[in-house]
Structures are given as structure tokens and as C-alpha cells.
């Protein structure tokens, strides 16, 4: 298969073309890291019916500044950003009870409060208040100047306003404002995310020391910056994760992408496979089909959660079909192993508001965001390098802009991070599932005795953030307790000092 026509992972809203078209970036790789399990069925016990999401939430919208970080007429313009509260477990201010601030991250914050349930299930232990915030801003309902996405983010001014800096200075000026407006001055911030989320937070930190206290950073790959993490990094454990569970299973993915490419010089080529597959439309190219498979595989790894194992599942579906459905047709078997039946599979369209979160990913992977996966040496995905000067051609013709390699390890830093913060930062905590892709870029050794990792081996995207169950496994279990027991130890040492220093 030529590298050429090979991609994953580029789950672009092409309804959306009127700001970026396939032919812009379909040949580079563009993870989305999201929280949300879109792909596979759902763990029916952490399914969290729409009236516990809503019963105890109550919903506001802070006038937040467009601009931080200038000082002309338009950086004054406000817009509302969207923050929700659940003050049933709070002690109070006047008990100085702490706040639990969920960072939200690259799409609406109404998904996040379904799913994420670290927070309630801990907060009568804190009593703590709750409260999640919708940023990044332009994502779910905070979108500045009122408009509708693809308006503001087709406007190449407006859409300069959206970055981590200033997404971060609007954390900051809502948990000010919120502190003040409940009196709560001496509550102290534990800020939490998951994936990009907890990169945010782990960062937000770092540099608003003043307003949070600690924060958990789940799944937060920030080594992924400027090659401090080999590029092959992210695939080699997917590839790994397959191999693992079977290898029979990694041996006939590997040999499909030949087949793929064998069956598309036929005559009629593209029609077979699209009949093989189910495509919701018919097939223009195989590029389809391997962007398709790759982001399955892709996120059957990275969600590998031990209650619905999809990697699991999908291998054995492989691995039992019927030799005389052929090699596509076992890899098919996994499709649907996966995906459960369906009236097609590939190229379904994409709409609303996860195609606004995938275009929005896109333009901060083209500006700040910069996160050079690639395929060199695999075991189960032929090579595909990524090639900086190539994808930033891409970025400038889709949104006339270059990206800015350097600049997050410029301003949040990540080479050489333990000397670094060793004695500089303190209270994180990076936490991490070893079968999840995204830890290859996390980090997974303590820094310092307040900052520390704590990783399962057998964890996937984001799980310690999700709902205990009855089910949940002892080494996940383990993992949650070490996590609040961390945070206890930050709060006894925040009040003793507030004791003996605050007044």
C-alpha cells in the first residue's frame, strides 16, 4: 500500500468543507482525545440515566472576556461561557470545604457530566462543591460573539481567539468570580480533566498555582510536544494491544491493508469492497476504507475498558469467521463484532455537535496543538512518517495559518520535565492505563514526592475518571484509592498551612 493514500485517524466533519476539505488533511494522522466511548456498546452499569445528569446541576453563564491577553477595544467583548454546579455535597464556605473544578475539553460539557463520575462519587467524602466548565471556548455553547460554530470558526480573526491560553485565563476568571460570589475565598481548587482535559489541567496548575490547589490529570499525553515522544509512539501500542490479545487476530490485520489495496486494482474494485464492507456510500477510494479500519483499531485500543474489552471482542469475531468469508470478510466480522449490526459502516456522514468537536480538534492541531504521530516501525500498520513541512502546507491551505510546533514546549514546557519541575511544581497527579495508546506520551514516573504517576498496566483511556462500579476490577479500585488518598494529603497540608500562615 502506498504511504501516500494511507491515514488514521482523520475523522474529519467533511459536511463542514467550507473551512477545511479532505483534500487538506486526510493524509495526516489527528487523533481527537476524547473522554466519550462513541464507538462501542455501552457498560450498561455506567450508563447514567438524563435525570441523575440533571437532577442536582444547575446551569450558568459567566460573561467571559474574548481577549486576556491584549489590551484594544475588541479584547474588552464578552461572550458566555457556559459553567454548570452541583452543590449537593458541599460543606460550605464557611467551613472552607473544597471545590472540585471539572475542566472541560474539546467538545460540550453535557457528555462529561454523564460520564465523568469521579467527582460525585467522591464528593461527600470532601464535601465538596462540584463544578464543570464548558471550555475549551467554541465548543457545546460557549462560543464567543454568539455565533453559530462553522461561522465563527470559518472567520479567521475570531478563530485566533481560540487557544489553551486563553482557554486557561477562563478558567482562572471563573473560579475567581465563583469564589467571590460564594464567599468561599479560603475553599480550596482541585482542578480535574481527562486526556486533553488533563493536559489543561495539569498545566492549569502549573501556571495558576494561586487558584488551584492540586489537580488530576488523566490520560494526559503532554510529552507528545515538538518529538519529545517518538512519533511511532501512539501505534506501536495498539499494535502491541492486538498483539497481545491475539496474535492471530494482529497477523490478518496486518495482511488486510495488502488485500485492500490487491482488491481495489480490480475491475470493479471498489465496488466489492463496498458491498464487503456495507459502506454507507459507495466507495471513491480505498483511502476511505483504511482511514475507516485505522480509527477503529485506533480507538478499540485506547477504550480497551476490562467491562467490554473491544479488542477482545473484535479479535474473536476475526478470528472465528468463516474461512470461506475470506480475509476482508473476517476483518468485516470484527466490524460488526464491534460495532453491533448496523445498515452501513464506513463513510456514515458525520453532523452536529461531534462534528463541530472533530473540525474544532483539527484547527487546534493546526495551530498549537501540534502532535507529530506517525508510523515508522510497526508490527501491525504499514509506515506512514509524519512529515511536519507536509502537514503544515496542509494546515496553512485548510485555515491559511502555519502551525507552531515549539510553542507548547515553549510556554508549558516539556523537555527535560523532571528536572524542570522537580523542585519547581508540586501537587499533580498524572494517572494512566497502560493499554491506552495516549500514555505513551503521559507520564508515568513520579517527578518529585507531590508529584507523582500512578498507572495500571492493564487500564485504558481515561477509566479511573469514569463510574465505579461493583465490577470494577481490584487493580482499578487500587488506582481510585491512591488518587484520593493523594488529595486528602493535599488538603490536610493546605488547612494546616491556611492555620498556620493564612491568617
Known amino acids: 500500500m502506498s504511504s501516500s493514500h494511507y491515514s488514521l485517524l482523520i475523522i474529519l466533519p467533511l459536511s463542514l468543507?467550507?473551512?477545511?476539505?479532505?483534500?487538506?488533511?486526510?493524509?495526516?494522522?489527528?487523533?481527537?482525545?476524547?473522554?466519550?466511548?462513541?464507538?462501542?456498546?455501552?457498560?450498561?452499569?455506567?450508563?447514567?440515566?438524563?435525570?441523575?445528569?440533571?437532577?442536582?446541576?444547575?446551569?450558568?453563564?459567566?460573561n467571559q472576556t474574548l481577549d486576556h491577553f491584549n489590551y484594544r477595544p475588541e479584547s474588552y467583548t464578552a461572550f458566555k461561557q457556559r459553567y454548570v454546579i452541583n452543590s449537593k455535597y458541599w460543606g460550605g464556605a464557611k467551613s472552607s470545604a473544597p471545590i472540585f473544578v471539572y475542566l472541560g475539553a474539546e467538545e460540550p460539557i453535557d457528555g462529561d457530566i454523564a460520564a465523568i463520575e469521579f467527582l460525585p462519587d467522591n464528593a461527600a467524602q470532601f464535601r465538596a462543591l462540584l463544578v464543570y466548565i464548558e471550555v475549551h471556548r467554541f465548543y457545546g455553547q460557549s462560543i464567543p460573539y454568539g455565533l453559530a460554530f462553522d461561522k465563527a470558526l470559518s472567520d479567521p480573526n475570531i478563530r485566533g481567539y481560540f487557544n489553551s491560553e486563553q482557554a486557561l485565563a477562563d478558567y482562572a476568571e471563573i473560579l475567581i468570580y465563583l469564589k467571590q460570589k460564594l464567599n468561599a475565598k479560603q475553599s480550596p481548587v482541585i482542578v480535574i480533566g481527562g486526556s486533553y482535559g488533563g493536559m489543561l489541567a495539569s498545566w492549569f496548575r502549573l501556571k495558576y498555582p494561586h487558584?488551584?490547589?492540586?489537580?488530576?490529570?488523566?490520560?494526559?499525553?503532554?510529552?507528545?510536544?515538538?518529538?519529545?515522544?517518538?512519533q511511532d509512539a501512539y501505534?506501536?501500542?495498539?499494535?502491541?494491544?492486538?498483539?497481545?490479545?491475539?496474535?492471530?487476530?494482529?497477523?490478518?490485520?496486518?495482511?488486510?491493508?495488502?488485500?485492500?489495496?490487491?482488491?481495489?486494482?480490480?475491475?470493479?474494485?471498489?465496488?466489492?469492497?463496498?458491498?464487503?464492507?456495507?459502506?454507507?456510500?459507495?466507495?471513491?477510494?480505498?483511502?476511505?476504507?483504511?482511514i475507516y479500519l485505522g480509527s477503529v483499531y485506533a480507538s478499540a485500543a485506547q477504550f480497551n475498558d476490562p467491562s467490554t474489552q473491544p479488542v477482545k471482542l473484535m479479535c474473536d469475531a476475526i478470528n472465528e469467521a468463516s474461512p470461506r468469508a475470506g480475509l476482508l470478510g473476517k476483518i468485516f466480522a470484527g466490524l460488526v463484532a464491534i460495532g453491533g449490526n448496523s445498515t452501513c459502516y464506513v463513510n456514515a456522514p458525520i453532523s452536529g455537535a461531534y462534528a463541530e468537536a472533530l473540525l474544532g480538534w483539527s484547527w487546534q492541531r493546526c495551530s498549537e496543538m501540534v502532535i507529530p504521530l506517525g508510523i515508522t516501525r510497526n508490527t501491525m500498520f504499514p509506515p506512514y512518517p509524519f512529515d511536519l513541512d507536509s502537514f503544515s502546507n496542509s494546515c496553512k491551505s485548510a485555515f491559511g495559518v502555519t502551525p507552531r510546533p515549539?510553542?507548547?514546549?515553549?510556554?508549558?514546557?516539556?523537555?527535560?520535565?523532571?528536572?524542570?519541575?522537580?523542585?519547581?511544581?508540586?501537587?499533580?497527579?498524572?494517572?494512566?492505563?497502560?493499554?491506552?495508546?495516549?500514555?505513551?506520551?503521559?507520564?508515568?514516573k513520579n517527578i518529585s514526592s507531590t508529584i507523582v504517576a500512578v498507572y495500571t498496566s492493564k487500564g485504558s483511556h481515561v477509566l479511573d475518571l469514569l463510574k465505579a462500579t461493583k465490577s470494577d476490577p481490584d487493580w482499578l479500585v487500587e488506582q481510585r484509592k491512591i488518587e484520593v488518598e493523594i488529595i486528602k494529603k493535599w488538603l490536610t497540608t493546605y488547612y494546616a498551612d491556611f492555620r498556620a500562615f493564612g491568617k
Not at 450508563?47 to 444547575?58: H, I, K, L, N
Not at 469492497?273 to 466507495?283: I, Q, R
Request: a negative charge.
Open 406 to 444: 515549539h510553542w507548547v514546549t515553549t510556554y508549558f514546557g516539556g523537555y527535560d520535565i523532571k528536572l524542570v519541575l522537580h523542585r519547581f511544581a508540586s501537587n499533580i497527579i498524572f494517572s494512566n492505563g497502560l493499554q491506552d495508546p495516549s500514555s505513551s506520551g503521559g507520564i508515568l
Open 211 to 230: 487558584v488551584a490547589l492540586g489537580a488530576l490529570a488523566s490520560s494526559a499525553p503532554i510529552l507528545y510536544f515538538d518529538n519529545i515522544t517518538p
Open 17 to 62: 468543507a467550507c473551512v477545511i476539505t479532505a483534500e487538506n488533511l486526510d493524509d495526516y494522522i489527528i487523533p481527537k482525545l476524547s473522554i466519550l466511548r462513541r464507538t462501542f456498546t455501552q457498560d450498561p452499569t455506567r450508563a447514567v440515566p438524563a435525570s441523575v445528569v440533571t437532577e442536582d446541576f444547575q446551569t450558568f453563564f459567566y
Open 235 to 290: 501505534f506501536s501500542v495498539v499494535a502491541k494491544d492486538f498483539l497481545d490479545t491475539s496474535s492471530s487476530c494482529h497477523q490478518t490485520i496486518r495482511r488486510s491493508w495488502e488485500e485492500i489495496d490487491k482488491v481495489t486494482s480490480e475491475p470493479h474494485g471498489l465496488t466489492k469492497l463496498s458491498n464487503t464492507f456495507k459502506t454507507c456510500s459507495p466507495l471513491q477510494s480505498s483511502l476511505e476504507l483504511k
